[in-house]
């Protein structure tokens, strides 16, 4: 792998511990909206503080772009731009249900950008157990934070993780009194077809399920 790209999800996957000691005390709404007019919790404004000024200290990063920001920032003249929702799922803390933060990592492109101009991209889930996921061109590897007497370090437990030909699940949220008629056509489709719906209000986890378990 690239060497400043193996310390740049290095140092992501560095914060983990951190976060994790956070999410129970972090759980009430803030006095503030994203850019979407979403209100905030108090754990989306931390993570995203958080996340900012780590891209910063890491100096390998030039420009961060996150759901919780209104403009593209500067951090310093690294190598790499990066985008970010800190906290996917944020609908989920107060219930305990599955969310986690999203990523994607430019190499010399100033933001915005084409997506087909990705890096590398990946995800953490702050679940039962805590798990990273990244991509690179070589290929999809999922991690899992603890091994014993080893609890912050992340262990690979899948290396070349591809989509099961054929999968049972599909995942999509919404409403479908809103959706296009070839959406709805589709959906109805996949229903005939006796797919199993997943929708869990973030994507970190209905992507994951469908990552393992087959789908659209």
Do not use: C
Not at 42 to 68: G, I, R, T
Not at 165 to 180: E, F, P, S, T
């Amino acid at each position: 792998m690239d060497r400043d790209l193996s310390r740049l999800l290095t140092h992501i996957a560095g914060l983990v511990t951190r976060i994790r000691g956070e999410l129970p005390i972090r759980r009430d709404p803030a006095a503030t909206r994203n850019v979407y007019g979403e209100q905030q919790l108090e754990l989306d404004v931390w993570m995203n503080d958080l996340f900012v000024e780590a891209l910063k200290a890491s100096k390998l990063v030039s420009q961060v772009a996150s759901e919780e920001m209104g403009a593209v920032q500067e951090v310093g003249r690294g190598r790499f731009s990066v985008v970010l929702d800190p906290l996917d799922g944020s609908s989920n803390v107060k219930s305990n249900n599955i969310f986690g933060t999203i990523f994607g990592i430019f190499d010399g492109k100033r933001l915005p950008a084409l997506g087909s101009d990705l890096f590398a991209a990946g995800y953490l889930i702050y679940g039962p157990a805590t798990t990273f996921v990244y991509a690179t061109a070589r290929g999809v590897h999922e991690f899992v934070q603890g091994e014993g007497s080893r609890p912050e370090e992340f262990f690979l437990i899948e290396e070349g993780l591809r989509l099961p030909a054929k999968g049972k699940l599909y995942g999509i949220g919404g409403h479908r009194d809103r959706w296009i008629p070839e959406v709805q056509a589709y959906v109805g489709e996949l229903e005939r077809e006796l797919m199993n719906l997943r929708y869990g209000g973030s994507f970190v986890g209905d992507f994951n399920q469908i990552l393992h378990y087959g789908g659209f």
